[in-house]
């Protein structure tokens, strides 16, 4: 099974990676895994005045503050995975991936917020649900 990991480097990841470690007869070494992160994008104008090299780093550098400890965690579990980032709207992008990789799974970690907090601040994993057919396991 193929199965995406969508990470942010929160507690939300760290619980949710914490899950796949301690399941271990449903998230076992024989799956390929791919754990992915959504960088925000630089401001038009900030990544203009920047630079193309600047923001590049930028994007590197964020991406591996946020990958390099999930790295080492899965490391320490056994669990093997691929790493890889994307600049954009994470919902956006991790819908996308799940699609276009045919991923048989996403696994994300979800903030709980309640409904109301949802509709009024929005969540990546609403937005993921709505726009992804893979199914969605999240952890809380």
């Given at each position: 099974?193929?199965?995406?990991?969508?990470?942010?480097?929160?507690?939300?990841?760290?619980?949710?990676?914490?899950?796949?470690?301690?399941?271990?007869?449903?998230?076992?070494?024989?799956?390929?895994?791919?754990?992915?992160?959504?960088?925000?994008?630089?401001?038009?104008r900030?990544?203009?005045?920047?630079?193309?090299?600047?923001?590049?780093?930028?994007?590197?550098?964020?991406?591996?503050?946020?990958?390099?400890?999930?790295?080492?965690?899965?490391?320490?579990?056994?669990?093997?995975?691929?790493?890889?980032?994307?600049?954009?709207?994470?919902?956006?992008?991790?819908?996308?991936?799940?699609?276009?990789?045919?991923?048989d799974?996403?696994?994300?970690?979800?903030?709980?917020?309640?409904?109301?907090?949802?509709?009024v601040?929005?969540?990546?994993?609403?937005?993921?649900?709505?726009?992804?057919?893979?199914?969605?396991?999240?952890?809380?």
């Amino acid at each position: 099974m193929k199965i995406l990991l969508a990470v942010d480097g929160s507690e939300y990841t760290q619980r949710m990676l914490s899950y796949l470690g301690s399941h271990r007869d449903l998230f076992g070494a024989s799956h390929a895994y791919t754990a992915f992160y959504a960088v925000l994008p630089v401001p038009h104008r900030a990544a203009a005045f920047a630079g193309p090299a600047l923001t590049r780093s930028y994007y590197e550098d964020d991406a591996s503050v946020v990958l390099n400890p999930i790295r080492t965690q899965m490391g320490t579990t056994g669990i093997d995975a691929e790493f890889a980032y994307e600049i954009g709207h994470p919902a956006d992008l991790i819908a996308a991936r799940a699609e276009q990789g045919r991923f048989d799974l996403v696994v994300m970690g979800s903030h709980g917020h309640g409904a109301l907090a949802n509709l009024v601040l929005g969540s990546v994993a609403t937005k993921v649900l709505a726009k992804c057919s893979v199914p969605i396991l999240l952890v809380r």
